[in-house]
Nanobody, 116 residues
């Protein structure tokens, strides 16, 4: 079955960095459109970054442009989110999302907390 497993979250001080990873199984990863979403307490889930299967196209939430980078390694079935210059407002649960063959899949989430 399809699985998405996130890792890399944690507690970091403002201005710090984290790299999130999401490893997929159960589908042809290179044919999937991958996304990172986040959800802060009391708020709706928002799309943070997206990447096409061939990594030729990437898109970002305006508030993270220039600070976050989405990438993927199709040989490892893994998508990454490099997060630099983190701010307290980046605090949220981060979720990996895959769009594949007209289906949508979600990971369990990894918590990112930015605090001094």
């Amino acid at each position: 079955q399809v699985q998405l497993v996130e890792s890399g979250g944690g507690l970091v001080q403002p201005g710090g960095s984290l790299r999130l990873s999401c490893t997929a199984s159960g589908f042809t990863f290179s044919h999937s459109f991958m996304n990172w979403y986040r959800q802060a307490p009391g708020k709706g889930r928002e799309l943070v970054a997206s990447i096409t299967g061939d990594a030729r196209s990437r898109n970002y939430l305006d508030s993270v442009k220039g600070r976050f980078t989405i990438s993927r390694d199709n040989a490892k079935n893994t998508v990454y989110l490099q997060m630099n210059n983190l701010k307290p407002e980046d605090t949220a649960m981060y979720y990996c999302n895959a769009l594949y063959a007209a289906s949508v899949y979600w990971g369990q989430g990894t918590q990112v907390t930015v605090s001094s």
